[in-house]
């Protein structure tokens, strides 16, 4: 067994908008091809914000949503509430379920009355139909993803319950055969049929790496919280740091190479345990 340091507190990026200076060069990392798409953390600046209905004092950028022939399944923000800021009506859609994590400030979240604090690491499922609201009593800003999933419900399957968590009371699942320099962080069991979307956080030590080109039907969201590395995406090998987001469509070849000098640690969606959805055939 290779013996691995123990790692700190968790540090997650998160965007802070502005505008790059006059002066910087355009040139940059961003890419939309029709297998992935890559948004550098550079490109989330205050002219792509977005607003929504019944939210106050709250903004968010939109770097994934359901597009035909793309990635088709969820949808993912990231959202920026102001202190006082937040809604007591944040989800119009009652099919959709959805996934918080916090990476700055606290929020106040309540799911059917109940009450939570999330600080950073905070991660809430909300099942779709729930009644939640979220407010900032801080003093900061509090920045968190938002996960969003239409539930695919199956007839004799209990739609999951609610639950809040944080990811320091999560204890890790290593990969096979990789002494710890790949290991997952599991919010749900993946055996609970139940649950349709799996919102993980994987970490690869320095020098760790997926040593093959995943090629599958899931879709993936990958927002890098700490760290950098090289991702093979499709055909392309491509740099990724902390706060960029990478965007796949189904069976788009992937693979990993984390470099160091730290972890490298990104925030993952993936769309699971359900069955294909079949046409019409006209006999």
């Known amino acids: 067994m290779v013996s691995r340091p123990t790692p700190g507190p968790a540090r997650y990026y998160a965007p802070h908008?502005?505008?790059p200076g006059q002066t910087e060069l355009t040139t940059d990392r961003s890419r939309f091809t029709t297998a992935y798409a890559v948004l550098p953390r550079r490109t989330m600046t205050d002219i792509v914000t977005s607003y929504l209905p019944f939210w106050d004092d709250t903004r968010l950028w939109v770097i994934a949503r359901p597009?035909?022939?793309f990635a088709e399944t969820f949808s993912q923000y990231i959202v920026e509430v102001s202190p006082g800021g937040g809604s007591d009506r944040p989800e119009l859609d009652p099919a959709a379920?959805?996934?918080?994590?916090v990476v700055e400030g606290t929020l106040?979240?309540?799911i059917e009355g109940a009450?939570?604090?999330?600080a950073p690491g905070g991660y809430a499922f909300i099942p779709p139909g729930t009644a939640w609201t979220v407010r900032n009593g801080g003093s900061d800003a509090a920045r968190f993803h938002w996960i969003r999933k239409a539930y695919d419900a199956v007839e004799g399957l209990d739609v999951p319950e609610a639950f809040v968590t944080n990811e320091q009371d999560v204890e890790p699942t290593p990969m096979p055969d990789t002494e710890g320099a790949w290991v997952t962080t599991r919010f749900v069991s993946p055996t609970d049929l139940r649950?349709?979307?799996h919102v993980n956080i994987v970490t690869l030590e320095p020098g760790g790496a997926i040593p093959f080109p995943e090629t599958h039907v899931m879709e993936h969201g990958l927002y890098v919280l700490e760290g950098k590395a090289v991702y093979l995406l499709n055909e392309d090998w491509v740099e990724v740091e902390a706060g960029d987001f990478m965007w796949l469509r189904a069976f788009c070849p992937q693979a990993c190479y984390a470099g160091g000098p730290g972890r490298f640690r990104y925030l993952l969606y993936k769309d699971?345990?359900?069955?294909a959805k079949l046409g019409s055939f006209v006999r």
């Open 17 to 19: 908008g502005g505008l």
């Open 67 to 69: 597009l035909s022939g």
């Open 97 to 101: 379920e959805g996934v918080l994590f």
């Open 108 to 110: 106040g979240l309540t």
């Open 115 to 118: 009450a939570y604090d999330l």
């Open 195 to 197: 649950h349709d979307m």
């Open 272 to 275: 699971v345990n359900r069955h």
